[in-house]
C-alpha cells in the first residue's frame, strides 16, 4: 500500500466524483482510477458504490478514509515536531553535575537556558563526578560536569571553569590569623572531605600525600553545606574551591590561600564520543562553552 494511492482515494472520496478529483488534484481520471482499484485489490473490498450517480463510500470504504486522514494527519504533525526539535522549541537533556558544581553553577545554566529554549526540559542528576561520568558512558544521562581530567577515550571534553582551592577553617582556629599557608602545615589537622565516591576526595588526599603526609580524615560528606558546618562547628577544616565560600553565609567560617598551591579546581563538560547529540543538546553545549 502507498501514500499516493491512499491520497488519490481521499481526493476521490472528499469530491465524490472521480472527474471532479482530477480536476482538483491535477491528476488524471484513469490514474485516479487505477490508484483506487489497486488498492481495493490490496484490501480485498469495494471502496466506492458506483451503483448511484454520485459516488458513495463503502462501509469499507469510510473505515480506509477515516484511518486514511489518521495517518496524513500523523505526518503532518511529524514534520511540525520535527521543525520544533531543530528550532529547540521541544526537548529534554539530562545533566549529572556532582553537588558542588550544581550549587555555584546549574541554577545560572537553567535560568540561562530556560528563557531562551523555555519547552526544553533540563533534568538534573546530581551524584559525584565518577558516578557521572559512569552515567554518560552508559548512555543514562547526555551531558556531565566534572572535575578533570576525563578519559579521552570515551569522553568528548571541553573546559568549564576554573578556580583555587582554599582553606576553610573556623575563625577561632589557630592558623586563623596567618595571610596564607602552606599544605604541610595542615599535617595535623582533621580534614572534613567529600565522600570516597567523588573525585575532590582522591584529589585533595593525593595533594596531602605529594605535600609529606596522609590527611586524618575526621568526616565525610555528599553535602558541600553540611561540610562548612563542620567546620563552623570546629570538627575539622576542609579544602574546597574559592567560588563556594560566596554561597555559604557562615559569618564563622574563614578562607586562607594555599601557598604554591598544587590544588587546581578545573571543571569539564563531557559527552559520550560517538553518541548522538540532540537538537537541544547541541545549543546547551554552545551556551557552555562560550
Not at 484513469?30 to 463503502?58: C, G, I, N
Not at 477515516?66 to 526539535?85: M, P, R
Not at 545533566?95 to 526544553?120: C, E, M, N, S, W
Not at 571541553?158 to 595571610?179: M, S, T, W
Request: some cysteine; aromatic content about 10%; overall charge negative.
Amino acid at each position: 500500500m502507498e501514500l499516493r494511492d491512499l491520497k488519490s482515494f481521499m481526493e476521490v472520496a472528499e469530491h465524490r466524483s472521480f472527474t471532479k478529483a482530477a480536476t482538483q488534484s491535477y491528476l488524471s481520471q484513469p490514474s485516479l482510477s487505477k490508484a483506487v482499484r489497486k488498492l481495493e485489490e490490496e484490501l480485498h473490498v469495494e471502496l466506492f458504490d458506483r451503483s448511484t450517480r454520485h459516488l458513495q463510500l463503502t462501509d469499507a470504504g469510510k473505515i480506509v478514509y477515516q484511518q486514511s486522514q489518521k495517518a496524513f494527519n500523523a505526518l503532518t504533525e511529524l514534520g511540525v515536531l520535527l521543525d520544533e526539535l531543530m528550532d529547540i522549541a521541544a526537548g529534554e537533556i539530562k545533566i549529572g553535575i556532582p553537588p558542588l558544581i550544581g550549587t555555584l553553577f546549574f541554577p545560572d545554566i537553567a535560568r540561562r537556558f530556560h528563557k531562551k529554549y523555555p519547552k526544553v526540559s533540563l533534568e538534573l542528576v546530581e551524584l559525584g563526578a565518577k558516578l557521572i561520568a559512569q552515567l554518560v558512558e552508559e548512555g543514562q544521562i547526555d551531558l556531565g560536569i566534572i572535575v578533570l581530567p576525563a578519559d579521552e577515550e570515551k569522553f568528548n571534553h571541553y573546559p568549564f571553569i576554573q578556580d583555587e582551592f582554599v582553606l576553610y577553617i573556623h575563625e577561632n582556629h589557630r592558623l586563623a590569623g596567618k595571610d596564607s599557608v602552606s599544605l604541610d602545615e595542615l599535617k595535623s589537622e582533621k580534614f572534613i572531605l567529600f565522600s570516597e565516591s567523588f573525585t575532590l576526595h582522591d584529589y585533595i588526599k593525593r595533594a596531602c600525600e605529594d605535600a609529606g603526609f596522609t590527611p586524618s580524615i575526621a568526616y565525610q560528606s555528599s553535602q558541600w553545606d553540611l561540610i562548612i558546618e563542620l567546620v563552623s562547628s570546629q570538627l575539622g577544616i576542609t579544602l574546597l574551591p574559592k567560588s563556594i565560600y560566596y554561597k555559604q553565609n557562615n559569618p564563622e567560617i574563614k578562607i586562607i590561600p594555599i601557598k604554591h598551591s598544587p590544588l587546581l579546581w578545573k571543571l569539564g563538560i563531557i559527552t559520550k564520543k560517538n553518541a548522538y547529540h540532540s537538537f537541544a543538546l547541541k545549543e546547551l553545549l554552545k551556551m557552555l562553552k562560550k
